[in-house]
Each structure stands twice: as structure tokens, then as C-alpha cells.
């Protein structure tokens, strides 16, 4: 079947770059997401991308598409302690029937 | 890893009819379970969060008397439209919160797709 891969843990230091990465295998995917859980919660979006651009960017997240080798990563600058979290990559086809990734657990230590 | 099932994967119903979404955990106990709505093109909305053993909590503008779920035990919760109609057509997924050994992971289902003609 089509899968949505990440690892599963990242750890940087405040202040630092963190970059979660998230391939998928569904070429005709069309909507690719990333979704943040705190510990508790559900999910929050926190960006999406149409599988025709290569680049989102919005504040501090930066969103880069390589649709050629379905890699999506998501670059979260100058990370914080409240960004520790779990971050979900997720993709659709034409916006339907999503399919999430197992979670990247992001750790942001002082 | 976890798994998370969701049964039916999909249904077709008549409109006035009530459509039941069972969601298990199979390899852990899930205390909190959330449900998720994705409407067409666009991406999940959170729906309710479930507890077991206590009445769910839902997000505002969520009809709780419409949509009932039941947390009976720590492997299953399930999810009720109740009096379905055509815009309650959608794509509904569950999550399963495995909190054991201090983790607090949450496991997606593979959502079922409901159908009111």
C-alpha cells in the first residue's frame, strides 16, 4: 500500500533550525499537510502545500516540496521549547481520504 | 507498531438513517480517543475528544446530540451519526492516544467514508 514515512524523534537546542523530514509514496498525491500535536491535544494544522509548488513559507515554518522524490520537510527556525511537540506529515489526493505518517517527536532542549 | 482499525472502512446509507464508526486500539489501551471530520478538499477538523469511561468533549459548533460517541473501554470508542443527511458526507478518522511508559502517541486510523444519498 502507500505509505507516509518519518522518523520518529528529533532533538535540538533552543534557538537552533529543527528539520523534520516526511516522504511519501502516492505520486498522484496532491495536498500535503503537517499537523502538530501537543501532548493531550489533537491536531493542529500548521501548513499545507499544492503538490505544484515547491516552497511555502510562512513565519518561522518553511514547507519544501520535491515532488520528484515525494520528500517533504518542514523547517521550523529559531525553535523554541514550545515547539516540542509531535509533528504529523500527512498527504491526500485532491484533498480526499488523508493519510498521515506515524509522528515526529520533537524535543527542544534550553 | 500501534495499530488503530476502524470498521466500516466505508458505508452508504439512506438519509434519515443513523450510521455507527467503531474505532479500536488492537495492541494497547487507549484511554483518550479523538475524532476527526475531513471535508472534501479541505483538512481534518477535530471533532470530539473521548475519554474512557466519561462523556466526550466536543469542539464548538459539533452537534454532541448528533454526533454520540461512546468510550465504553480502553480499546474501543465509537461514533454515531444519528439522523445522517447528505452534508454529513465525509471522511471520518479516529486517534488512538497510547500514553503507556510516558510516550503520549497517538495513533491514526484508517477513517471511514460516509456516504448519505
Known amino acids: 500500500g502507500e505509505d507516509v514515512e518519518q522518523s520518529l524523534f528529533l532533538s535540538v537546542r533552543e534557538g537552533d533550525s529543527s528539520v523534520i523530514n516526511c516522504t511519501y509514496t502516492d505520486s498522484s498525491s496532491t495536498y500535503l499537510y503537517w499537523y502538530k500535536q501537543e501532548p493531550g491535544a489533537g491536531l493542529q494544522l500548521l501548513t499545507y502545500?499544492?503538490?505544484?509548488?515547491d516552497m511555502k513559507q510562512d513565519q518561522r515554518l518553511t514547507v519544501l516540496l520535491n515532488k520528484k522524490d515525494k520528500h517533504l520537510s518542514l523547517r521550523i527556525a529559531d525553535t523554541q521549547t514550545g515547539d516540542s511537540a509531535i509533528y504529523f506529515c500527512?498527504?491526500?489526493?485532491?484533498?480526499?481520504?488523508?493519510?498521515f505518517g506515524a509522528g515526529t517527536r520533537l524535543t527542544v532542549k534550553p | 507498531g500501534a495499530v488503530v482499525s476502524q470498521h466500516p472502512s466505508w458505508v452508504i446509507c439512506k438519509s434519515g438513517t443513523s450510521v455507527k464508526i467503531e474505532c479500536r486500539s488492537l495492541d494497547f489501551q487507549a484511554t483518550t480517543m479523538f475524532w476527526y471530520r475531513q471535508f472534501p478538499k479541505q483538512s481534518l477538523m477535530l471533532m470530539a475528544t473521548?475519554?474512557?469511561?466519561?462523556?466526550?468533549?466536543?469542539e464548538q459548533g459539533v452537534e454532541k446530540d448528533k454526533f454520540l460517541i461512546n468510550h465504553a473501554s480502553l480499546t474501543l470508542s465509537t461514533l454515531t451519526v444519528t439522523s445522517a443527511h447528505p452534508e454529513d458526507s465525509s471522511f471520518y478518522i479516529c486517534s488512538a492516544r497510547d500514553g503507556a511508559g510516558g510516550m503520549d502517541t497517538q495513533y491514526f486510523g484508517p477513517g471511514t467514508r460516509l456516504t448519505v444519498l
Open positions: 502545500i499544492f503538490s505544484n509548488m
Open positions: 500527512a498527504e491526500s489526493i485532491q484533498g480526499n481520504d488523508m493519510r
Open positions: 473521548s475519554n474512557e469511561g466519561s462523556k466526550a468533549t466536543y
